[in-house]
């Protein structure tokens, strides 16, 4: 079931592997992080019916945190690790037609360079009841001036979006840390997107995580003071558009 290999791989695309690298180091090495990714995937099981028939998979695993949450979850991404179930490509998805009931993808919407394409591998794999959750970056007024400047991604605010249906091998890195927040909540594409019907965008305020530094930098404040910063995350919420910094989307195949 394997789909992808080093073969198809450019040579950027081995900085997917690095990020894994560096991001499972700090990961260890920083509980506050764990706290604050523990409230993300929260909300990502809160749109997961556990009760819809067909296996969940995430794609683009990255270090393999939601199968602390859904142990029965199949992790999957471009190379392999010994924490995942399966290595495959976002858009050529090794599963029959109808078979999942949800796909999960973490931070994985912004590195799809023609989104249209994976969205029409989803709706293939997806039973009619299924779900496409995604949890992604939100730019607001305050955070794009965070992700841009301290995030080693390009936020490509005013980049063009492909509006392909189809990529092509090879498949070079891409990252815009802006689409999600452009296609869903800007709706710069009308009728975006096409087949899909919108169960609920999201978007918060996330001081709590942009102040942690991430996977790449270090934390601004001490972990005793999370519950603080959270109780100020709620609070800000009420407008994303000023202070949000992250959202979380669910679909369903009309």
């Known amino acids: 079931m ?11 695309l081995s900085r997917h592997q690095r990020e894994i690298e560096r991001n499972l ?25 556990l009760q819809a028939p067909g296996r969940i ?3 683009g695993s990255g270090i393999g945190n939601l199968k602390a949450c859904l142990p029965h979850a199949i992790a ?9 179930d399966l290595v495959c490509d976002g858009y050529e998805l090794p599963f029959a037609a109808g078979s999942l009931s949800h796909l999960v993808l973490f931070d994985v919407f912004h ?42 991604e390009p936020v490509a605010w005013r980049a063009p979006i492909s509006p392909a249906e189809t990529l092509p091998r090879p498949r070079a890195y891409y990252a815009a840390q802006g689409n999600a927040t452009r296609l869903f909540f800007c709706r710069e594409q009308p009728d975006w ?9 999201d978007a918060f305020a996330s001081f709590s995580y942009l102040l942690s530094g991430g996977f790449s930098k270090p934390a601004l404040y001490p972990a005793y003071c999370l519950p603080c910063w ?9 407008w994303p558009r ?3 910094a992250r959202c979380v989307i669910g679909l369903r195949p009309r």
């Not at 959270?230 to 009420?238: G, V």
Request: include cysteine.
């Open 2 to 12: 394997t789909t992808a290999s080093d073969k198809f791989l450019t040579p950027p």
């Open 57 to 59: 998979v995430e794609i």
């Open 111 to 152: 590195h799809l360079r023609a989104p249209n394409a994976f969205l029409r591998e989803a709706r293939r794999v997806l039973t009619a009841s299924g779900r496409l959750i995604l949890c992604e970056p939100y730019i607001s007024w305050c955070s794009r001036v965070a992700y841009g400047v301290f995030h080693h």
């Open 76 to 84: 999957t991404d471009l190379f392999p690790n010994p924490w995942l």
């Open 230 to 238: 959270q109780r100020l995350d709620r609070l800000l919420s009420r």
């Open 25 to 49: 180091a700090a990961w260890r090495r920083k509980p506050l992080l764990q706290q604050i990714y523990a409230g993300f995937y929260r909300r990502i099981l809160e749109l997961i019916d």
């Open 193 to 201: 997107p096409p087949g899909w019907k919108i169960l609920r965008a």
């Open 242 to 244: 000023l202070f949000g």
